[in-house]
């Protein structure tokens, strides 16, 4: 990547290379190479109707919707508020794990239960909005709706059968 | 695809009347987190014309599609287990496995996995919550998509 400044990135290449190899394939007739293309272009095509509407959605999410301001809630509430407000927070997480499991720290420390701990962690994996999203469009509503509809009750069985088997005494630790 | 467009459009018509500089902050966001992932994405989609082009489908797609709905799975499972690829990634190449004639029941075995069992970030994982503990969890998410593709796979018809 830091390399001499006329050397263009992997990606750039790559495609430059796969276009040549297309364009000879269909050249000489070499039937196979002809068919990779045309599955590129029908990829493209599906990708360019959806890409668009899907980023900038997550983009309006993002503007929107600030991670501090959900934060605050964590901690204090206890309960059912504890599970909803983690399952929110989770939501609004950019980055996975990078970002979750330090979030876990933080929620420790701000006295959150590990039962809440553990949900949000899970949480964090599968109800990310962005993520959503892009699940939403790509394999329709339906798909989302019956997946968030199993998961969200599993994910806060798994949180509750953990933290119980874990004991009282487990704590989440510094890196 | 015309429902996205729809709804982006509407939130969009709000957000502009409610607050103009954050509706052009989310322009500005979604251009650069696209900008972020175009590479990985040319990279997977190069990737996947050529394999599918080159080598045949039904070679390629054998283990996914052709032996029955429980090894479909399980090959989606592992797969979507050791890969580590971002939901903008993950999604698109999905649409094209279902295009494929991949059931849904595979796809949400990959789905479910990609985002519940880490092998690549097991190793920080452990950092945070021990060994034990990263183990479980991870077993779990393996036991949630056991239970999530199956009711994929009832909701669509695949399964009885």
């Known amino acids: 990547m830091s390399g001499k400044r006329s050397s263009l990135p992997f990606w750039v290449v790559l495609f430059l290379a796969f276009a040549a190899f297309v364009a000879l394939s269909s050249a000489l007739h070499f039937e ?17 109707g959806l890409l668009p509407p899907t980023f900038l ?38 980055g996975g794990l990078f970002v979750a499991l330090p979030l ?30 892009f699940e939403a469009s790509f394999l329709g509503v339906g798909f989302t709706i019956v997946r968030f509809a199993v998961s969200i009750p599993l994910l806060i069985l798994i949180a509750w059968g953990m933290s119980s088997w874990l004991g009282g005494g487990f704590r989440i630790s510094e890196p | 695809m015309v429902v996205a467009w729809v709804l982006m459009a509407a939130l969009f018509s ?8 954050r509706t052009l902050e989310a322009a500005r966001l979604a251009w650069s987190l696209f900008r972020e992932v175009l590479p990985m994405f040319v990279i997977v989609l190069v990737f996947t014309s050529l394999s599918l ?22 090959t989606g499972a592992v797969a979507g287990s050791i890969a580590a690829i971002p939901s903008s990634v993950a999604f698109p190449l999905s ?8 059931p849904y029941t595979v796809i949400a075995a990959f789905t479910t996995t990609l985002m ?14 021990g060994f034990r503990a990263a183990l479980v969890r991870n077993l779990a998410g393996l036991a949630m998509a056991l239970v999530v593709s199956v009711a994929i796979g009832c909701f669509f018809g695949e399964l009885p």
Request: include cysteine; charge should be positive; proline fraction near 2%.
């Open chain 1, 104 to 133: 876990c720290l933080v929620l420790q420390k701000k006295g959150a239960s590990m039962k809440v701990i553990l949900t949000f962690l899970n949480a964090s994996m599968i109800c990310r909005i962005p993520m959503t999203v």
């Open chain 2, 53 to 74: 082009g080159l080598i045949s489908e039904e070679v390629l797609l054998e283990l996914l599609v052709g032996r029955g709905l429980l090894v479909g799975s399980v």
């Open chain 2, 14 to 21: 709000v957000s502009w009347f409610v607050n103009r500089e």
């Open chain 1, 57 to 94: 959605l997550v983009g309006l999410f993002h503007s929107w919707v600030k991670r501090e301001t959900v934060e605050k809630h964590m901690g204090r509430e206890s309960g059912v508020q504890g599970y909803f407000w983690a399952i929110v927070l989770a939501g609004t997480i950019v």
């Open chain 2, 95 to 102: 649409a094209i496995l279902l295009d494929k004639n991949v």
């Open chain 1, 32 to 48: 196979p190479g002809t068919r990779c293309g045309v599955d590129f272009l029908a990829f493209a095509r599906t990708m360019a």
């Open chain 2, 116 to 129: 519940m069992v880490g092998v690549v970030t097991f190793p920080l994982e452990r950092e945070y919550l």
